[in-house]
């Protein structure tokens, strides 16, 4: 992606709302739309959306609008969505074992090897069809399945040390879920999910006209 270097990283956040809808339209056997049309779909203003994609060169046509399956493709493309990844869960709890059993990541290309975990009665067990190992054996997993990125669903104590042997089996991305802002080398990417925070703005939202009328 490297010709892609210099588009702000508000557009790419962007893209994976871009990347759904076009998904959609596809299902639908829709091929070609206009900004305006996307515009209306999506909540992004026309011109905001034309600004958007011609940072990845002349998808649009004047009078045409959006070829919708190079577009999709070239997004795909842009996300990464093209490759396949090897991860792993560590932390088979509640959201460990329910990010194991959404099987849509995988229709991405993101391929579950196995989850990890420290308690015995979990240790043994499958999720589906994927084994939940020994912690201990992370590293050494890791390191002999080239994972590349290590999902963390453990409790914030541990989520550091984690984190660390996720660096040092070099994978190249965590998703961490752990509520804690975790300190990897620059070799490895960070994506943190907090839910709590999107929470925390839909609590502001409705609280936002008290605020304003104060
Ligand atoms: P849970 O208690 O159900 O699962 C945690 C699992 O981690 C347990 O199975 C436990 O045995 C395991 N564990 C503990 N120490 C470990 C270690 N050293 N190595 C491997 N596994 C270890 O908790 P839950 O509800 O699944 O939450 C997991 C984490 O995700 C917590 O940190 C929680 O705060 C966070 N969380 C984050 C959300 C988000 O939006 N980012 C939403 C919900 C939870």
Redesign the pocket.
Same mark, same amino acid.
């Given at each position: 992606n490297r010709d892609y270097a210099d588009v702000s990283m508000a557009v790419i956040r962007r893209l994976p709302k871009y990347h759904r809808y076009l998904k959609d339209l596809l299902d639908k056997e829709i091929y070609r739309i206009s900004s305006r049309e996307l515009s209306r779909m999506i909540g992004f203003t026309a011109s905001q959306i034309r600004q958007d994609l011609n940072c990845f060169g002349g998808f649009g046509q004047q009078g045409y609008g959006y070829n919708v399956e190079e577009l999709y493709n070239e997004i795909s493309k842009i996300l990464g969505l093209h490759k396949s990844y090897t991860t792993v869960i +560590? $932390?088979? $709890?509640?959201? $460990?074992?329910?990010i194991a059993n959404y099987p849509s990541f995988m229709k991405y290309g993101f391929k579950l090897l196995g989850l &990890?975990? !420290?308690?015995p009665k979990?240790i043994g067990m499958k999720i589906r069809d994927i084994d939940i190992f020994d %912690?201990d054996a992370?590293e050494e997993y890791v390191i002999k399945n080239n994972v590349e990125i290590g999902i963390i669903?453990? /409790?914030?104590? !541990?989520?550091q040390? +984690?984190a660390d042997k996720l660096t040092r089996a070099n994978v190249s991305g965590i998703w961490n &879920?752990? /509520?804690i802002d975790i300190k990897v080398p620059g070799n490895v990417t960070v994506e943190? %999910?907090?839910?709590?925070e999107s929470l925390f703005i839909l609590s502001y939202l409705l609280n936002e006209k008290e605020y304003l009328n104060k």
């Open positions: +560590i $932390g088979a $709890g509640n959201l $460990g074992q329910a &990890f975990d !420290v308690n979990l %912690v992370l669903c453990t /409790p914030k104590e !541990v989520a040390d +984690i &879920f752990a /509520p943190n %999910v907090h839910l709590s």
